[in-house]
């Protein structure tokens, strides 16, 4: 089973509203999972099913969109994020700021394409 827990907000003073977990079911013996924020554990399990739960947190989190299917063969998780800006705390201290290009489906990495997110964790 995988976790995933999303700290994402826009405002990064206003206080965290945690939602209801999301349980996802991924079938087959190689998935993907795209998220720019957040933590995630991996928990070793029985059966060629991937569970992922997602909670979605933060001022903005209504905004998070959630969706899955197949991209290429490869059953796909993503969390998409509408904002050109992220900005997140974390326990480890450490201030960081990424670029990165994000396509509209929420996959990025390999190839070309996308729009430009900045994300800051303070």
Same mark, same amino acid.
């Given at each position: 089973?995988?976790?995933?827990? !999303?700290?994402?907000?826009?405002?990064?003073?206003?206080?965290?509203?945690?939602?209801?977990?999301? @349980?996802?079911?991924?079938?087959?013996?190689?998935?993907?999972? !795209?998220?720019?924020?957040?933590?995630?554990?991996?928990?070793?399990? +029985?059966?060629?099913?991937?569970?992922?739960?997602? +909670?979605?947190?933060?001022?903005?989190?209504?905004?998070?969109?959630?969706?899955?299917?197949?991209?290429?063969?490869?059953? +796909?998780?993503?969390? /998409?994020?509408?904002?050109?800006? /992220?900005? !997140?705390?974390?326990?480890?201290?450490? !201030?960081? /700021?990424?670029?990165?290009?994000?396509?509209?489906?929420?996959?990025?990495?390999?190839? +070309?394409?996308?729009?430009?997110? @900045?994300?800051?964790?303070?």
């Amino acid at each position: 089973m995988v976790r995933l827990r !999303y700290l994402a907000a826009l405002a990064i003073a206003a206080p965290l509203v945690a939602q209801t977990p999301e @349980r996802h079911t991924l079938r087959g013996t190689r998935v993907a999972i !795209y998220d720019l924020v957040g933590d995630v554990r991996i928990v070793e399990g +029985t059966g060629r099913d991937v569970v992922v739960e997602v +909670t979605r947190d933060g001022a903005e989190a209504s905004q998070l969109r959630v969706e899955t299917g197949d991209i290429g063969g490869v059953p +796909t998780l993503r969390v /998409i994020f509408p904002f050109d800006r /992220i900005g !997140y705390r974390d326990d480890r201290g450490s !201030y960081s /700021i990424s670029d990165l290009r994000v396509r509209d489906d929420g996959t990025f990495g390999h190839g +070309t394409g996308g729009r430009r997110i @900045r994300i800051r964790r303070a």
